[in-house]
T-cell receptor, first 119, second 114 residues
């Protein structure tokens, strides 16, 4: 099983709303990631969690707040977003990770993403 | 840091033909090169990968080749089918250092015409 499950699949929120994206994997992976993908672009790394600790924050605005409650779950809390934050948000996981990212040569598996629209 | 260039950006082939997508990377320390297929509205799906100690890897109609000296790697799809139509991303990963995560190419939109 190489499944990473993300919920919800679609989300529309106003600029004053607070919402959360959820990600779950049961592969025993110890590294989990949030990516943002705009249309016709490759995924851009936002956050990396290694062994449930935040190891990389790619200068993401504080209106995005990640959380890793346990080794299987990863959340992304959203607050006061802007229309330009509308994108596909992808979660990924991999077996190993160094403090600065995953151990080279480790397969990473992506979820299906949450299509976020900020109105 | 690592930089990955991917070509072409779009590729149209007739069903049954072969398709080749090429990527170059800049960091000679990179040692893992996955390829992802992304269909419309879905997340990237890992389809094949290669490590720097291997020159070629094949899985049914898909193959990847790596030339470490020239720092480029390629995806080959033979006997293409309409369901191969998607955006394909190459990526490179360097061990540790300041990155240690995947650097993606800009993607290739492959269209297979029936």
């Amino acid at each position: 099983d190489t499944e990473v499950t993300q919920t919800p699949k679609h989300l529309v929120m106003g600029m004053t709303n607070k919402k959360s994206l959820k990600c779950e994997q049961h592969m025993g992976h110890r590294a989990m990631y949030w990516y943002k993908q705009k249309a016709k672009k490759p995924p851009e790394l936002m956050f990396v969690y290694s062994y449930e600790k935040l190891s990389i924050n790619e200068s993401v605005p504080s209106r995005f707040s990640p959380e890793c409650p346990n080794s299987s779950l990863l959340n992304l809390h959203l607050h006061a977003l802007q229309p330009e934050d509308s994108a596909l948000y992808l979660c990924a996981s991999s077996q190993g990770a160094l403090a600065r990212g995953w151990r080279a040569g480790t397969e990473a598996f992506f979820g299906q993403g949450t299509r976020l629209t900020v109105v | 840091g690592e930089n990955v260039e991917q070509h072409p950006s779009t590729l149209s082939v007739q069903e049954g033909d072969s398709a080749v997508i090429k990527c170059t990377y800049s960091d000679s320390a990179s040692n893992y090169f996955p390829w992802y297929k992304q269909e419309l509205g879905k997340g990237p799906q890992l389809i094949i990968d290669i490590r720097s100690n291997v020159g070629e890897k094949k899985d049914q109609r898909i193959a990847v080749t790596l030339n470490k000296t020239a720092k480029h790697f390629s995806l080959h799809i033979t006997e293409t089918q309409p369901e191969d139509s998607a955006v394909y991303f190459c990526a490179a990963s360097s061990p540790g250092g300041s990155q240690g995560n995947l650097i993606f190419g800009k993607g290739t939109k492959l269209s297979v015409k029936p």
